[in-house]
């Protein structure tokens, strides 16, 4: 099956500093990559994905880059603010929702 | 609209007890899911469904069952818990079965002690 693997576990920024997390899958037949962002004791929600024919994509302050031959995916968030601490997931869709696999996630803190 | 509710957002059972877990949605969804969230471990699959009337086994499906009776509701039930199922259990649904986003339940913090 599809492994997905998300580093780093943890990550701590100045506002106003980038971030970047970063995600590798090992099946290449993947085709969705999508990121969520969960609060603190609130639900998962999307907030960037990308398909596997585009090689970037970008939303404001946020953007997702793809390397498939390296079979890895990243999130970039410039101009850190501290209402985007909280958990990020990435996902892995290898056909079909059923087989969507969520890397372990991230644990962003903006330091004010 | 109020997108994928579950209940209850929390519960606490003894071990061997039974419960079940409901997760309705009113986005006319075809796909729903049940996930687990434990700590360092990111959301994984119990079990899914395509369709109303039809349900099939994810990652973890071991001492869980489902039921898809009705399109707009997927029900997850716990025929005897075991504290290894303590954990923050997650409920979606999405309009097809890949490349698309999934809505998620605000959650049902189970304990089973």
């Known amino acids: 099956g599809e492994n997905v693997e998300q580093h780093p576990s943890t990550l701590s920024v100045q506002e106003g500093d980038s971030a970047v997390i970063k995600c590798t899958y090992s099946d290449s037949a993947s085709n969705y990559f999508p990121w969520y962002k969960q609060e603190l004791g609130k639900r998962p929600q999307l907030i960037i994905d990308?398909?596997?024919?585009?090689g970037e994509k970008k939303d404001q302050r946020i953007a997702v880059t793809l390397n498939k031959t390296a079979k890895h995916f990243s999130l970039h968030i410039t101009e850190t603010q501290p209402e985007d601490s909280a958990v990020y997931f990435c996902a892995v869709d290898s056909g079909g929702y059923q087989k969507v696999t969520f890397g372990t996630g991230t644990k962003l803190q903006v330091i004010p | 609209n109020a997108g994928v509710t579950q209940t209850p957002k929390f519960r606490v059972l003894k071990t061997g007890q039974s419960m079940t877990l409901l997760c309705a949605q009113d986005m006319n969804h075809e796909y729903m899911y049940w996930y687990r969230q434990d700590p360092g471990m990111g959301l994984r699959l119990i079990h899914y469904s395509v369709g109303e009337g039809t349900t099939a086994k994810g990652e973890v499906p071991d001492g869980y069952n489902v039921s898809r009776l009705k399109k707009q509701n997927f029900l997850l039930g716990l025929e005897s818990a075991a504290p290894s199922q303590t954990s923050v259990y997650f409920c979606?649904?999405?309009?097809?079965?890949?490349?698309?986003?999934?809505?998620f339940g605000q959650g049902t913090r189970l304990t089973v002690v």
């Open positions: 979606a649904s999405s309009w097809a079965g890949g490349n698309t986003e999934a809505f």
């Open positions: 990308i398909r596997s024919n585009v």
